[in-house]
T-cell receptor, first 113, second 114 residues
């Protein structure tokens, strides 16, 4: 059974710091991996989608990497800003799950000014 | 120009009632989903529909019944509501059944059962 783990559960950093959020999954037979952002009381915003054949994706200050063999993905946020404060969710698409995503429990990020 | 919309945003009701949540997407996608986010913020798939046909039905009580009148809509009807049904329900959509396709989520419906 696929399990998705995100470490740390919470992270507090000062503004301007570069940071890395970690995601690990137990079954390497994934189709893709998607990073989301969730603000309190809000829906999910898709940040980056990495196909299983890709190693990384970049969007602005965000860079996500994927290492299927080790079952890991990282989300790198450069020059963090208070507006980056949110919960970041990692989700994997697994063949056995049809087309649904299997989610981690998220990392709650707080960036102080 | 909302991509995936849900109504209502908030729903407060008594135990034992029947309620529905509506979802619509204007992205032209043919696959839609319902996810449940519990009080610990953990998101889990409930149902998945492709071209109005059910393709995933996770272990949820049969009090929950999804209905897809067309590809752009996936509604969730819940009978005999229980306290444990209180959660945030998210609708999502993607193009095709390939997992290479990105999923887009609605704003969520916060259901509170009293």
């Amino acid at each position: 059974k696929q399990e998705v783990t995100q470490i740390p559960a919470a992270l507090s950093v000062p503004e301007g710091e570069n940071l890395v959020l970690n995601c690990s999954f137990t079954d390497s037979a994934i189709y893709n991996l998607q990073w989301f952002r969730q603000d309190p009381g809000k829906g999910l915003t898709s940040l980056l989608l990495i196909q299983s054949s890709q190693r990384e994706q970049t969007s602005g200050r965000l860079n996500a990497s994927l290492d299927k063999s080790s079952g890991r993905s990282t989300l790198y946020i450069a020059a963090s800003q208070p507006g980056d404060s949110a919960t970041y969710l990692c989700a994997v698409g697994l063949r056995q799950a049809g087309t649904a995503l299997i989610f981690g429990k998220g990392t709650t990020l707080s960036v102080s000014s | 120009d909302t991509a995936v919309s849900q109504t209502p945003k908030y729903l407060v009701t008594q135990m034992g009632n029947d309620k529905s949540i509506k979802c619509e997407q204007n992205l032209g996608h043919d696959t839609m989903y319902w996810y449940k986010q519990d009080s610990k913020k953990f998101l889990k798939i409930m149902f998945s529909y492709n071209n109005k046909e059910l393709i995933i039905n996770e272990t949820v009580p049969n009090r929950f019944s999804p209905k897809s009148p067309d590809k752009a809509h996936l509604n969730l009807h819940i009978n005999s509501l229980e306290l444990g049904d209180s959660a945030v329900y998210f609708c999502a959509s993607s193009q095709g059944t390939s997992l290479y396709n990105e999923q887009f989520f609605g704003p969520g419906t916060r259901l509170t059962v009293l």
